[in-house]
C-alpha cells in the first residue's frame, strides 16, 4: 500500500494505492490516473521564464504544453534558459517545439507587447 | 589632497560641523566609513530634540543640550526636515516618584530650561492615554520631535553645496599626526589636513587613539532596542512621554515621530561590540511591559519594524569635547550619546568659535547659503498645488511606493542632489520608500530599478546598505 | 467633479471579475483603477500552473489566466487607468487618485468595489531575534525579481513559513539553481496547499520542519547564518533543539494580510480576517462600497477570487439599478472556524447564499452544520478541512426563505 497526495488540481487529494493498483480516496478519475503514473512513470508540468531580447531586466514566462518525464525537468529549464525571445510575444506562442523528442512544446504564456 | 579641515565621522555632529565651517572659505573634507552620511547612531536613535531637563547642571551635555534645542527652529526651517515642538511629559507613576519629579524640576530651572510641574489631572487632560495610575508629571514644552535622516542628509547636503567635499567608504586605518599638516589614511588615499576633527560617534575612542594612545576615556556602546508602530488613526500621545529617568539614561518613551508613527524604546544594554545591532525577544517584551505601563493602549499589534541602534557611551558620562593634550590640531567629540543630536549644532558652532578660530584665520564665505534647495512633497500639498507640480514635471504623478505614497518625482529629485543615495537604505532614509507597512515589499525592485538607471549599472551591482550588500546575486536568464 | 457609476479599485484577478459581471449586469460607466503598470496584480509574477481549474476546466499558469480576464475586460471597452494609485476615498463615495496624465484627480462614485489584494507579512511584523543583515526577504519579493525581472536573491536559501508562496519559490528557487536548505514553520501544520509539500518540496527532499521557526538570524551585513529551533505548545524556542543553515537567505512566508488602509482610514468595520466586514452581497456596512477577494479574507485559489469579485460586481450591480433598503441577521459560528465571510445577510433573502470560512485546526470527519434558531438550513459532510484550505457552503435561496434571526456555523466531529 502506498500513500500520496494527488498534485493534479489545488484539492490535493490524499491517494492510497495498493499493491494491485487499485487507487483509494481520490475525488475525481484524474486522481486515478495520477496515482498510476506516479508509480509507473511519473511526469510534472514546468513553468520557467525567458529571456526577453529586447527588454532590460525582463523576463517571460513559459510552460511545458503538457507534463514531461519527471527526470527531463532540470533538463528542461537548462533548454529554456539558453533561449529568448523578442518583444511583441503571446501567450501560446511556441518557444521550442518538441523538446527532447518528447511531443512536448515550450509555450509562451504572458503577453508583452 | 590637502585641506585645512578634515572631519572624521560624517554623523549629526560631524555633519553640523561641516556646515558650520562652509561659512566661511575653508577647504574641508568631510569622510566617513559607511556608504551613506548618518549611517550609524545618528540613524537609530529616538529622534526626539530634548528640552534639556535631565542632564546634571554644568555638564556639557546640559550646556550643549539647552543652547542646541533652541537653535532647531532655524536649523529645520534652513534645512527643510521636519521638525515639531510638541513637548514632552516625564511621568511619575508612583507616589515614592514624586520627590523625583521635583528634583527634576530644579535641575530644569538650573539648566535653564522651562518647565512645569503637572497634577495627575493636569496630565490625563493634556494626554488621556496616559495610564490612569500616573501620580503628576513635568511637563517640558520645548522638547520636538525631528526626522532625523534627512536632518543629517540635509545638513551634509548644504554643507556640501557650499563647498565641502564629501567622501563615502572611506574608513580610517591611521593618523600620522603634525602640528602644521597632518595625514590621515585611508584604505587607498591619504588625506593631509592642518586640523583634524573625531567625530566618528561610537569609533571616536578608537580614532583618538591613533593620535594619543593614552586618552583617559572609552567608548562602553549600550545598545538599544524599539519598536515602530503603523501610522496612527487617532492621536495615541501627541508628546513625547517620558518615565523617570536613572543612572541607565532617559528610559523607555513613548512618541510620535515626523512620519505619523510612533517609536516605543529604547532599551539599555551595554555591548561589546559596536556592530551589534541584534534584536532579542525578551528585550522587546521587556520594552513592550515597560511602555504599556505608562501608556496602556498602544497597539504593538500595529508594529511595522523592531530596530537597535547603540549610543556612544564613554567613562566619562559626558560629552568628550576638548582639543587633544599637546596635540591642539586634534580635536576630539568623542562619547555623544543622547542628547547629542539636539546638542550637534551648538558642538558645531562652540568647535569652531573656540578651537578653529584659535589656529585658522577664518574669513566668510561670500556665497554660502544656509538653505538647502526646497524639496517638493506632494502628500503635503494641496490639489491645486500638486496639480501644478505634476503638469511641470510627470513624476510627481507616479507613485512609486504606495504605503508611504512616494512618487517617482521624490525619487529622482534626491538622486539629482549633492549627497544622492547610494543604497536602497539610503533612499528609503530620504524619502521614506520602503518605510510603510509592506517594508518594501511592493516598491523595493521599482527603487533597485531607479538606482541602477541613475548610476549606469547592473542590477546586480545595487546594494542595499553598505558595499558589497546586494540584493540580486545572479541573473539566471544572463545570455550565454 | 466628475461622476462615475462604478469605481473599482484594483484591477487584479478580483477588480477585474468584478468589473466584467457588472458590465454584463447592464452597468456600462465603470472605472477601474491599477496602481501598478499592468492589469493582473498578483498573478503576473505566478509563471507556476494550477489556475483555473474552476472557472476555465484547465490547468492555467497566473499569467495565461489573468490574459484570458484581460481580453474580457478590453472586449466589453470597459476603461481602465494604470499607475493610477488611489490615495484616498470617503465614505461618501468620493474617490482620489494620481497618475502622471491627470494629476490628482477626484471623482464621485454611485458605488465603489474594493479589490485592493493584501501584501506580506514581513520581518518587521514578527521580530525575529538576532541580527537584522540584508538578505531577509519577503517570499512575494523575491518572486517579482525572479519571475519578473530574471534575478535570483540568494544561492543558498533557508524558508520561514509554509505559506503557498514559500513553497513555490523553494521549487522555483531550486530549478533556477538555487540550494533550498529547508522550510521551518511555526505551526504543527503547513499553511500551504498538500499539493505544493508534495510537488515542490517533496519532489526536491527539501525538508519541512513542523513546529519549528527561526530562532537567531546571524550576520551583520549580509545573512552569514540562520537557526532554527523547535517550539512547544505555547510558541516558545526549546533550548537544544537548534539546528544552524549557512545560507545567504532567509525567504519570508509568513503570511498575507489584506491591503485596506483606505477602508481602515474611514472606520470601516474591520472582522478577524483583518478585512472590511460584509454582507452577503459582497457589501461592507459602509453604504455602497464593496469589497472582494485577498482585501476582503486571503484566498487559497485565484478561481475563488474570481468568484467573489463576480459576486461584488453583481451586489454592486444590483444596488446601483435597486437600491431600496433591507435589515439584515448576523452571521455567528463556533469557535473550530476562525471566520465566516460573509459577517451579515440581507433579508429577505432573494438569492444563494455562499458562506466561506477557514477552520483553525485541521478537522477529520465531520459535518458542517448551519442553522437559524435551531433549525438545521444545511448539513455538510467533510472528510477533511484544513486552515490552509477556504471551505466554501452554498445555501439554497429557497431554504433562506424565512430567515428572521442570526445563522449560526457549527461544525460536529463524529466519534
Known sequence: ?113 | MKYDVLIIGAGAIGASIARELSRYLLKVALIDKENDVGNVTSMANSAIIHSGYDPIPRTNKAKFNVLGNKMFDQISDELDVKFERNGSLTVALYDSQLPLLEELAKRSKENGVKVKLLSKEEVLKMEPNISPEVKGALYAPTAGIIDPFNLVVHTVENAVDNGVELFLNEEVINIEYHDELSKVLTKDKIFEAKIVIDAAGLSSDKIARMVDPNIDWKITPRKGQYFVLDHYKVGLVNRVIFPLPSEKGKGILVSKTTSNNYIVGPSSEPVDDINDLSTDTMTLSNIRFQASEMVPSIPFNQTIRAFSGNRATCTRHDFVIERCKGKENFIILGGIESPGLVSSPAIARYVVEEFVKKTLTLKENPSFNPRVKKYLRPKEMDFKERNELIAKNKDYGEMVCFCEQVTLGEVKDVLSRSVPPRSVKAMKKRVRAGFGKCQGGFCQPRILAELAKHYKVSWLDVNYDELDTNILVKNVKEPK | ?415
Not at chain 3, 496602481?35 to 509563471?47: A, E, F, S, W
Request: aromatic share 6%; proline share 3%; glycine share 8%.
Open chain 3, 1 to 415: 467633479m466628475k461622476e462615475r457609476q462604478l469605481v473599482i479599485i484594483g484591477g487584479g484577478s478580483g477588480g477585474m471579475a468584478a468589473a466584467i459581471k457588472a458590465y454584463d449586469e447592464g452597468i456600462k460607466d465603470i472605472l477601474i483603477l491599477e496602481k501598478d503598470g499592468c492589469l493582473g496584480g498578483i498573478l503576473n509574477q505566478c509563471i507556476h500552473n494550477g489556475f483555473g481549474l474552476t472557472e476555465f476546466k484547465e490547468e492555467l499558469s497566473g499569467p495565461e489566466y489573468l490574459s484570458r480576464f484581460e481580453d474580457e475586460v478590453k472586449k466589453r471597452g470597459i476603461e481602465f487607468k494604470l499607475h493610477s494609485l488611489v490615495t484616498n476615498i470617503t465614505r461618501d463615495k468620493v474617490v482620489t487618485y494620481t497618475n502622471k496624465e491627470e494629476g490628482v484627480v477626484e471623482i464621485k462614485a454611485q458605488a465603489i468595489i474594493m479589490a485592493t489584494g493584501c501584501y506580506e507579512r514581513n520581518a518587521g511584523a514578527i521580530q525575529i531575534p538576532g541580527d537584522r543583515p540584508k538578505g531577509v526577504i519577503t517570499a512575494g519579493t523575491a518572486q517579482k525579481y525572479l519571475n519578473i525581472h530574471g534575478y535570483l536573491v540568494g544561492k543558498r536559501v533557508v524558508i520561514l513559513g509554509s505559506g503557498d508562496i514559500g513553497l513555490i519559490m523553494a521549487r522555483r528557487m531550486t530549478l533556477e539553481g538555487a540550494k533550498v536548505l529547508c522550510v521551518s514553520e511555526i505551526m504543527p501544520y503547513s499553511n500551504g496547499l498538500q499539493r505544493n509539500i508534495s510537488q515542490c518540496l517533496n519532489d526536491f527532499n527539501i525538508p519541512l520542519y513542523l513546529s519549528h521557526s527561526v530562532s537567531k538570524i546571524v550576520g551583520k551585513e549580509k545573512v552569514e547564518k540562520v537557526v532554527i529551533s523547535k517550539v512547544d505548545d505555547h510558541f516558545k524556542f526549546i533550548p537544544g533543539t537548534e539546528m544552524e543553515f549557512e545560507c545567504d537567505t532567509l525567504l519570508l512566508s509568513i503570511g498575507l494580510i489584506p491591503y485596506i488602509s483606505l477602508l481602515e482610514n474611514i472606520n470601516c468595520p474591520i472582522s478577524s480576517t483583518k478585512g472590511a466586514m460584509v454582507y452577503d452581497n459582497m457589501e461592507t456596512f459602509i453604504d455602497g462600497i464593496f469589497a472582494c477577494g485577498n482585501c476582503l479574507h486571503v484566498h487559497d485559489v485565484v478561481d475563488f477570487v474570481s468568484e467573489e469579485g463576480r459576486n461584488a460586481g453583481h451586489g454592486a450591480a444590483l444596488y446601483l439599478k435597486e437600491k431600496e433598503a433591507t435589515s439584515s441577521i448576523d452571521v455567528k459560528y463556533d469557535k473550530l472556524l476562525s471566520y465566516v465571510v460573509p459577517q451579515k445577510v440581507r433579508i429577505p433573502v432573494k438569492e444563494d447564499v455562499t458562506l466561506k470560512f477557514r477552520v483553525r485546526r485541521e478537522i477529520r470527519n465531520a459535518n458542517v452544520i448551519v442553522k437559524s434558531k435551531d433549525q438545521v438550513l444545511s448539513q455538510t459532510f467533510k472528510m477533511v478541512m484544513i486552515p490552509s484550505e477556504m471551505v466554501m457552503i452554498k445555501l439554497n435561496k429557497d431554504k433562506l426563505a424565512n430567515l428572521d434571526d442570526e445563522l449560526y456555523v457549527e461544525i460536529v466531529e463524529k466519534k
Open chain 1, 1 to 113: 500500500m502506498k500513500e500520496m497526495t494527488c498534485i493534479v488540481c489545488p484539492r490535493g487529494c490524499r491517494l492510497k494505492v495498493d499493491d494491485e493498483m487499485n487507487v483509494t480516496g481520490n475525488f475525481c478519475p484524474r486522481g486515478k490516473n495520477y496515482a498510476i503514473s506516479e508509480l509507473t512513470h511519473p511526469v510534472r508540468m514546468v513553468t520557467s521564464t525567458v529571456r526577453v531580447s529586447n527588454r532590460d531586466n525582463m523576463v517571460a514566462s513559459v510552460k511545458t504544453s503538457e507534463a514531461i518525464d519527471k527526470d527531463k525537468v532540470f533538463m528542461v529549464i537548462e533548454a529554456i534558459n539558453k533561449m529568448s525571445v523578442s518583444a511583441p510575444c503571446h501567450v501560446g506562442d511556441i518557444l521550442i517545439k518538441n523538446i527532447f523528442d518528447t511531443n512536448v512544446d515550450i509555450v509562451i504564456t504572458k503577453n508583452i507587447e
